[in-house]
């Protein structure tokens, strides 16, 4: 298994308040991606990085913020949670693009936002 | 925008072969994975198509017609444990850049 892990694993929070999430690897992959799934939804890609400080939007990104300072972990933060940002979130790696290569999950987040 | 489309659930029995399809769109397509998910679990990969054809890889199999924009996974010889969700997902290159995935196909081995 990839060496991806995911913290915290479990969080209940309030409207309104900020909540960071945080993914580590310890592949030295280049590309980390964060993505939210829903029932009916699948998985859907909220924002990703393709290397230090280099991010870019996904298909969900609003209300959601990202920061990548070391190779190894890529954090996202929810400035001030919605109960539609209640989700499982899940970190994903990969040595190549995302359009080229294969992508390894971390165990996710359950993120419930009262 | 690149629609991904799998059944919603399927039943099937422990032994036997079940076939999961999935569709989707060509333009821009690069190549398509299947993934497994256990229940609160993490997705893991299972295959990745490229090339027309069918991979195997012990009793799971997939298959690819890039020209009809079809895909299938193939389970044989059924075991409870492989009661899950399998997520088809495709990549797409060009301005998409994305690798899109399908809600997945809930599959239910009985005894």
């Known amino acids: 298994d990839a060496g991806i892990t995911q913290s915290p694993r479990h969080k209940v929070t309030e409207t309104g308040t900020p909540v960071t999430l945080r993914c580590h690897q310890t592949e030295n992959h280049r590309y980390m991606y964060w993505y939210r799934q829903d029932p009916g939804h699948g998985l859907r890609l909220i924002h990703y990085s393709y290397g230090v400080k280099d991010t870019d939007k996904g298909e969900v990104s609003d209300g959601y913020s990202v920061s990548r300072s070391k190779t190894e972990d890529f954090l996202l933060t929810l400035e001030s949670a919605t109960s539609s940002q209640t989700s499982v979130y899940f970190c994903?790696?990969?040595?190549?693009?995302?359009?080229?290569?294969?992508?390894?999950f971390g165990p996710g987040t359950r993120l419930t936002v009262l | 925008g690149q629609n991904i489309d799998q059944p919603t659930e399927m039943t099937a029995t422990e032994g036997a072969i079940v076939q999961i399809n999935c569709t989707y769109q060509?333009?821009?397509?690069?190549?398509l994975f299947w993934y497994q998910q256990h229940a609160g679990e993490a997705p893991t990969f299972l295959s990745y198509n490229v090339l027309d054809g069918l991979e195997e890889k012990g009793r799971f199999s997939s298959f690819l017609s890039r020209s009809k924009g079809y895909s299938y996974l193939l389970l044989k010889e059924l075991q409870m444990k492989d009661s899950a969700s399998y997520l088809c997902?495709?990549?797409?290159?060009?301005?998409?850049?994305?690798?899109?995935f399908g809600t997945g196909t809930l599959l239910a081995v009985q005894p």
């Open positions: 994903a790696i990969s040595k190549g693009g995302p359009s080229t290569d294969t992508q390894y």
């Open positions: 997902a495709a990549h797409y290159g060009g301005a998409t850049n994305k690798l899109i």
């Open positions: 060509t333009s821009g397509f690069n190549g």
